[in-house]
């Protein structure tokens, strides 16, 4: 935690600006896993509108003809 990590570094005796380099990089390594685990799960929330919208429009004109041709009496 930041707070500790600041308190710590003023009873050893440590430069604060390292402490913020570190704070920093950890801050952002945790954004950037936040975002990469979103965008995980924004794929499965995608599947649901491609499987209910997407695909049936696909089947209607791949085997539209197919069907239109198989109804044509002869």
């Known amino acids: ?22 704070q920093a990089d950890e801050m952002r390594r945790r954004r950037r896993q936040r975002a990469q685990e979103r965008g995980a799960q924004a794929t499965l929330k995608m599947m649901l509108p491609m499987v209910g919208c997407i695909f049936p429009t696909l089947w209607i004109v791949l085997l539209g003809p197919a069907v239109l041709i198989l109804m044509r009496p002869r």
């Open 1 to 22: 935690n930041f707070i500790q990590a600041v308190i710590q570094s003023e009873q050893f005796g440590t430069g604060i600006g390292k402490i913020l380099r570190i």
